[in-house]
């Protein structure tokens, strides 16, 4: 039956899957022409990730133009400072969110998510800190991250937090910070399960730099992640600062590095995005600049479980790059006057230039006519179909309208097609789906009934039916195939071919020689059963294997004599 009212879903599933390029088209992508004008932010939700950018408070309350870019061109934002320690809980008991709110109401108003950094850290924690015993650190340290990430549990703007920072030193051992030193290593997991408490929907990581491509620091990293969730910690995410350097090099398999994190079960996240480069700036250090951010891009767009990648700032006039490392700077994408840099193009076009997966199905095709009917085939035409998603129009697929299953007689590229191998003296019902370049099948069109010409003294027709005796999730048996000579004269030899369902494979077959050529089976009789008297029938039987949970099983058989 055609799949065009909804009880007929059954049928809709079958057709889907008797198509060849059913389960893999489906997959395929296509390319699709950026939109030069769009801000980084549209291209990133079209890409379901985040672009996102650090923000500083004091720009932030006095500048327009740093106002605007942010909220124009970032869906997702992270306090620089505003939530470090020494900002939020200065002197023990005595908490500030000032500056943290200012951020959090910004992202609110511009509809931007709030990334929390950070809540545990060797650096930017008060002395008072660090200077207690370790009971007390300990409770400290809970009181603290139940304390910041308890104000802002309720807001909706505020998805995340890096639990803790820089727990390695740069040799891949963990950081001998007065965490540790007073702590030991069950401050981390101690720090994760206060965060848990405070906030259970917030998606809580960890973060660290030099991390980025595959290298000690990064699988002691790994190593840890892996023992914490194992243990039940609650760890989500693990962030990538990407602090890199144009005269360092680019990290080595980065995205082979975010896979395997990903391959923990957590999700992954470039979070501090700045490329610096020797002072003075010239051309070729913004290209190769340009590279290096494409190519980090590139890499989270690369790995499914990687949300997006947030800038550490976007403006050169207000980074940390020239105040940490001597001699160096341009680390982002705006200059000083907030003008766009080669990398400002790299990022915009590696977030637009990507991939994107049709779902858009083509119209439905005009009704077919039938003519040409002979004793096995027939010929169909009908109105040409269009395909507004993307992937194109990649042709058409005849089906038989027969019940619960409709076999597919055929499929062309144009808007005509002849069928063959047709049984003789026999009433076909027939509609056409369009298909598209990512598998998408139109509405079946309306139907055209022909009845092919009876067999004469030449030979005569003959048809097939196949059934399906037993079947298991990973497999069938299909006995019998019935062929049946529904001429008029005796048949010297039959061929029957069917449609074996992608991904399935033939594992054995009896009465029969069965050969595979892509999806189409062909069976041959043998000696024994090859003549057949009008009326008369022989019978053969195949067995299969399909993925597992697959519930497709061969369609379209026909016979020819
Ligand atoms: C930096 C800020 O950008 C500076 O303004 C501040 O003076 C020092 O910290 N890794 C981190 C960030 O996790 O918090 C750091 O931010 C940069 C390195």
Sequence with gaps: MPPSSPQRSRSRRSLALAALFGLLATLLLYATPADASAALRQHAAARGRFIGTALATGPLASETAYRDLAAAEFNQVTPENALKWDATEPSQGQFSFGGADAIVSFAAQNDQQVHGHTL?????????????????????MQNHISQVVGRYASNPAVVSWDVVNEVFDDNGNLRASFWYNTLGQSYIADAFRAARAADPDARLCINDYNTEGINAKSTALYNLVSSLRQQGVPVDCVGFQSHLAIQYGFPGQMQQNLQRFADLGVQVRITELDVRMVMPRDATKDATQAT????????????????????WGFTDKYSWVPDTFSGQGAALIYDQSYQRKPAYTAVHDALAGGTVTDT????????PAASGVTVSTATLTWTASTDSGGSGLAGYIVYREQGATDPELGRGTGTSLTLTGLSAATQYQVYVRARDGAGNLSPASATVTFTTATGGGSGGGCSAAGTVQSQWSTGYVVQPVTVTNTGTATINGWTVTFTLPAGHALTGSWNATLTVAGQTVTARSLAYNATLAPGATATFGFQASRPSGDTATPSGYTCAS
């Design 360 to 367: 858009t199905p083509p119209t439905t095709p005009g009704t």
């Design 292 to 311: 290096y951010y494409r190519d980090v891009v590139n890499a989270c767009l690369a790995v499914t479980a990687c949300a997006g990648i947030t800038i």
């Design 120 to 140: 545990v850290w060797h650096n930017q924690t008060p002395g008072w800190v660090q200077s207690l015993g370790a009971t007390a650190m300990r409770s400290a």
